[in-house]
């Protein structure tokens, strides 16, 4: 489980095509490297991996191909900065909104509008999840826990401050750059309960 508070801008090492639809992937990340141990879990964009192996501030981690197809991970190159978070821990603070690093889905930047103290950007939203974004409700893009400023039928916006542009990949996102995103997982298990009380009445 994490936050979708990003700790450090990593970079992407190398891919290595290890057979059989998957492949190994290392990351550079210095500060969550600094306590990493095999099986320690670490989100890459988003994506939660399972460190294989720590060596001098690098990690490394399977992926699967099925992870490879549905997220945006397959789109990156050596050289490539991406937003590295630590699992959370059970006594840290909640800063974001609870993020599993499950991605839901690939959506574009549709646009940037740059303002004096903020920037909106709007992404392209995959109609199967468009019923659970809502304005002013939590989204988790490429692993940044973000407040939805607007939303329709297949897209939404968010306004990003100084902060994020400068210490997470969406400074430099441009126009029809993909990113992972994940819907925040209590609207699914809403949509659960409540499609089995309309099919089993009040049990």
Partial sequence: MFTGIVEELGEIVRTTDTGGDSALVAVRGPLVTSDARHGDSIAVNGVCLTVVDVSDGVFTADVMGETLRR???????????????????????LGGHLVQGHVDGVGEVLSREPAAQWET??????????????????????????????????????????????????GARGVGDPVNLEVDVLAKYVERLLGDRAAGGDR
């Fill in 71 to 93: 997220t945006a991970l397959g789109a990156l190159r050596p050289g490539d900065p991406v937003n590295l978070e630590r699992a959370a821990a059970l006594n840290s603070r």
């Fill in 121 to 170: 950007v709007r992404f392209r939203l995959p109609a199967s999840l468009s019923r659970y974004v809502v304005e002013k409700g939590s989204i988790t893009v490429d692993g940044i826990s973000l407040t939805v400023a607007g939303v329709g039928d297949d897209w939404f916006s968010v306004g990003l401050i100084p902060t994020t542009l400068k210490l997470t990949t969406l």
